[in-house]
């Protein structure tokens, strides 16, 4: 069965300082991993995806990730934070037959 | 990408009654899906709605309470039944898009049950 774990609940970061948040995945094959970001009474965004091509994958708005299959890890990072990342990010992974399974959400806040 | 709308965008109910929601897409698409998504929680799948087809539903969610119609290929409904104050969430609907299981996601019903 797929899951996947964010580590971390809540992260604070300084306005121009990097973000990095971390995701685990299990997976009994290769996975499609996603990160999708959801801003305060708005919809989900989808930031960026993995499908088994490079594993460094970019995204919108200066985020990216990095598919270590040896780590079974997702991590979202961007070099310098904005006030307007300030947003829940959720890791997700593919299921098979289309169904999402989604982390817990990781709370990003981003200090002046 | 798809421009996905729903309907209504947010609902205060009765507990005992009965919400439907509505979901449209600007494209067709083969496979629908129907999210809860709980006060400061993830989102959970409710069902898949392939046209033509009965709902599939995930473990712990029934057709009687959360029936599923999909008369098209851009058109969903999702009824809350017998609603009560914990079913008081966010539903999103969603929709697969490209070769890669990408989802998109229509702005979500905020309900309040009472």
């Known amino acids: 069965a797929q899951s996947v774990t964010q580590l971390d609940s809540h992260v604070s970061v300084s306005e121009g300082t990097p973000v990095l948040l971390r995701c685990n995945y299990s997976?009994?094959?290769?996975?499609?991993l996603f990160w999708y970001v959801q801003h305060p009474n708005k919809g989900l965004q989808l930031l960026l995806k993995?499908?088994?091509?490079?594993?460094l994958v970019k995204g919108i708005n200066g985020f990216e990730a990095e598919f270590k299959k040896s780590e079974t890890s997702f991590h979202l990072t961007k070099p310098s934070a904005h006030m307007s990342d300030a947003a829940e990010y959720f890791c997700?992974?593919?299921?098979?037959?289309?169904?999402?399974?989604f982390g817990q959400g990781t709370t990003l806040q981003v200090k002046p | 990408s798809a421009v996905i709308s729903q309907k209504p965008s947010r609902d205060i109910c009765q507990r005992g009654t009965s919400l439907t929601i509505q979901c449209q897409v600007d494209s067709q698409v083969t496979m629908m899906f129907w999210y809860r998504q709980q006060p400061g929680q993830s989102l959970t799948l409710i069902a898949t709605a392939n046209q033509g087809s009965e709902a599939t539903y995930e473990s712990g969610f029934v057709i009687d309470k959360f029936p599923i119609s999909r008369p098209n290929l851009t058109f969903s409904t999702l009824t809350v039944s017998n609603m009560s104050p914990e079913d008081s969430s966010i539903y999103l609907c969603s929709v697969e898009a490209g070769d890669s299981y990408e989802q998109y996601f229509g702005p979500g019903t905020r309900l309040t049950v009472t």
């Open positions: 997700v992974v593919s299921g098979g037959t289309g169904k999402l399974i």
């Open positions: 993995y499908t088994s091509a490079a594993t």
């Open positions: 997976s009994s094959y290769s996975p499609s």
